[in-house]
């Protein structure tokens, strides 16, 4: 028989599909871990986006749930939203997450006033500290689910921690080629590979500062990584005095095959690859937010033509200059792709919008994977030893990439320190990448002629297993979730 629920958590994530993937997942670990755990997940509906990605990704991810796992969907005034984008177009998320306070304090309040519930704590998204002011209101503690690794989070309360004359020397030094010695990393690592809003004096002054200054006010952190990945990240963290307990609970990512039977284009992709050879197609996927105009499209194309190898590539429309907007789809691919380019490469090759990336990558006949290094992409790839070649974008995805090709040896470069704003398509100031150079890293990825090329196939197989090993009974995520349950009954 088991037993009641006894303690109630309320889990906060960022309306982001990144984030709200992996924080779902998360609860339902936990739920399932321990039948005393019960969990509320606050969902704020992302305004502007209907997307595919958006609503095939929720409907899957909200199914299923344990009796002691409610999602509940806050409120959306659209035009409130709209408002607030014109009022604030460079900080619209922050403010529209402040925006949701009331909301969240409305539910949390409507939840314990029938005086059956008692609440063990918050569960807040980095990007959603502003919601640790209810959680004081209400005399319950925060903790935090950080949706990236613990490197990026080292990163984060390092730079908190250096002085002004420090932090501006790094400002200064942000588009030089200089190199850092830095705690968590074995190599000295490359200013242009940091994340951008750690370099931006004035994001760093405006936001992330004030995110790492409420990091540190929380009571734990779980972090989505294992240790037998970054193991000189977590001990740095560890050893930190001025940083609360550190949890690796990962891998957390959504292993349930994102393909609804009913969905024939996700099951017209699985029926392609299941006509290929084994581990004979790269694929390319650049995340939910991931876009490229027709400049670098064609570049791409070229490319993948000239490289010979069997390809399944996913190309999204870049957004509008509108803060908030997410990429959609191209309407004519023939209008963006070389002329002819779909017809030639017919036998080896397939262009796709939305990707059902956990599908694919779980496939045999997926060998490769050009990716922009997204965390949750780079956690799938590896559960599933698929090797990558990176091409960062934005956010932390440059130092995730330099970590795989640098510090692991897992993955094979692109270009490390690519960077495009995700809101604009090809224009005068972004980096274009050569057919010359993607067609080089593809056949990096995919040809294994070299000693090297062996070493890190075998490298990735001995990661992924390390990733599995790391969630089950004796592991060492699965052991640090004990901990994490341990201290939250210790709040009751």
């Known amino acids: 028989m088991k037993m009641s629920a006894t303690v109630e958590l309320v889990f906060i994530p960022s309306p982001g599909m990144g984030h709200l993937v992996s924080t779902v997942e998360m609860a339902k670990q936990l739920v399932g871990r321990d039948d005393r755990l019960s969990i509320t997940v606050l969902i704020m509906k992302r305004p502007f986006d209907k997307s595919k990605v958006s609503s095939s990704t929720q409907s899957l991810l909200l199914t299923a749930a344990e009796d002691r796992l409610k ?94 004359d420090e932090y501006h020397d790094l400002t ?23 994340p951008a809003s750690l370099r931006d004096k004035e994001f760093w002054s405006r936001f992330m500062s004030n995110i790492a200054k409420r990091l540190r006010q929380t009571k734990g952190i ?26 690796p609970v990962g891998p957390v990512i959504h292993l349930v095959n994102n393909k609804n039977e009913e969905d024939e284009e996700a099951t017209e992709i699985v029926k392609w690859l ?46 509008s200059k509108v803060k908030g907007e997410i990429p959609g789809e191209y309407q004519d691919l023939n209008q963006v792709l070389p002329e002819g380019f779909l017809e030639r490469t017919k036998k080896i090759g397939k262009v796709i919008g939305w990707a059902p990336q956990v599908a694919i990558l779980s496939h045999k006949a997926v060998g490769g994977f050009v990716s922009h290094c997204g965390w949750n992409s780079t956690l799938e790839s590896l559960w599933y030893g698929v090797p990558v070649a990176t091409w960062p974008m934005h956010a932390e995805q440059q130092t995730n990439a330099f970590q795989l090709v640098r510090e692991l040896r897992l993955a094979v470069d692109i270009k ?62 699965y ?4 901990l994490l349950i341990e201290d939250f009954m210790k709040t009751t």
């Open 172 to 194: 200064e030094l942000k588009d030089s080629d200089a190199e850092l010695e830095l705690p968590g990393f074995v190599n000295p690592v490359p200013i242009k590979v940091l």
């Open 222 to 247: 779980m972090v989505n990584t294992f240790e037998e990945l970054e193991s000189n990240a977590v001990r740095f963290l560890a050893e930190n005095d001025n940083v609360p307990p550190v949890y």
């Open 274 to 319: 299941d006509n290929q050879p084994l581990s004979s197609v790269v694929f390319l996927c650049f995340g939910s937010m991931g876009s490229f105009g027709g400049n670098q499209l064609k570049e791409i194309a070229r490319a993948l033509e000239r490289s010979g190898h069997r390809f399944l590539w996913s190309v999204r429309r870049p957004p």
């Open 416 to 477: 490390l320190d690519y960077k495009k704003d995700i809101y604009m398509s090809d224009s005068s100031n972004v980096m274009l990448v050569t057919a010359e150079e993607i067609e080089n890293g593809i056949r990096k990825l995919m040809e294994s002629e070299n000693e090297c090329g062996e070493e890190r196939k075998k490298r990735v197989k001995e990661m992924s297993e390390k990733s599995k090993v790391s969630v089950v009974e004796g592991g060492s995520s």
């Open 71 to 164: 999602f509940v969907y806050l409120p959306l005034d659209e035009a409130a939203a709209a408002e607030l984008r014109s009022k604030f177009p460079d900080s619209f998320m922050l403010e529209f997450i402040k925006m949701n306070k009331q909301h969240v304090r409305d539910h949390v309040r409507q939840m314990v006033s029938t005086g059956s519930t008692r609440i063990a704590g918050f569960v807040i998204d980095m990007f959603c500290t502003p919601m640790m002011d209810v959680a004081v209101e209400l005399g319950v503690p925060s903790y935090a689910f950080f949706t990236s690794n613990a490197t990026a989070l080292g990163l984060v309360f390092h730079v908190e921690s250096l002085s002004p």
């Open 479 to 482: 052991n640090s979730i004990g």
